[in-house]
């Protein structure tokens, strides 16, 4: 996955919003491949494991609880220096500070509810897709 890879997650608050389709739609426009996608629910566990990282800080536990309260849809897209491109098309976490045509900007409603997550390197990009994905199904 080095360069050319990337993960998404389309997060809880979008899944209900049903906004999933237009920010697939959104993600192709931007000139990514999906390589990989599943529709699929965190379990306490996965999404302890998968937020491991910030275990010690203050909103681990809202988060995971965030994470676990409907469905997600995860992904590895692929194309040209995938993450920061990635990274640029959803925008900042604060979608009030995100730019203007940024997936944050459109589609979330707050910090913690911000539509999507990104990889934010090449090497938490392999982990991350690796956690959802076996090699076989990361065509």
Not at 53 to 76: D, N, Q
Not at 111 to 133: P, R, T, Y
């Amino acid at each position: 996955m080095s360069g050319n890879r990337t993960f998404t997650m389309i997060k809880p608050d979008a899944t209900a919003a049903g906004n999933t389709g237009k920010i697939i739609d959104k993600i192709i426009e931007s000139g990514f491949t999906i390589r990989a996608m599943k529709l699929t629910q965190l379990t306490l566990e996965d999404a302890s494991r998968f937020y491991e990282v910030h275990k010690e800080r203050s909103f681990y536990g809202e988060l995971v609880e965030y994470m676990t309260s409907g469905p997600i849809v995860a992904a590895i897209l692929e194309k040209d220096n995938a993450v920061e491109s990635f990274r640029t098309l959803i925008g900042a976490t604060d979608p009030t500070k995100a730019d203007e045509g940024t997936i944050r900007r459109m589609f979330a409603t707050s910090i913690a509810a911000n539509a999507v997550h990104g990889s934010d390197s090449d090497e938490n990009a392999a982990i991350e897709g690796s956690f959802f994905f076996s090699k076989r199904e990361q065509v």
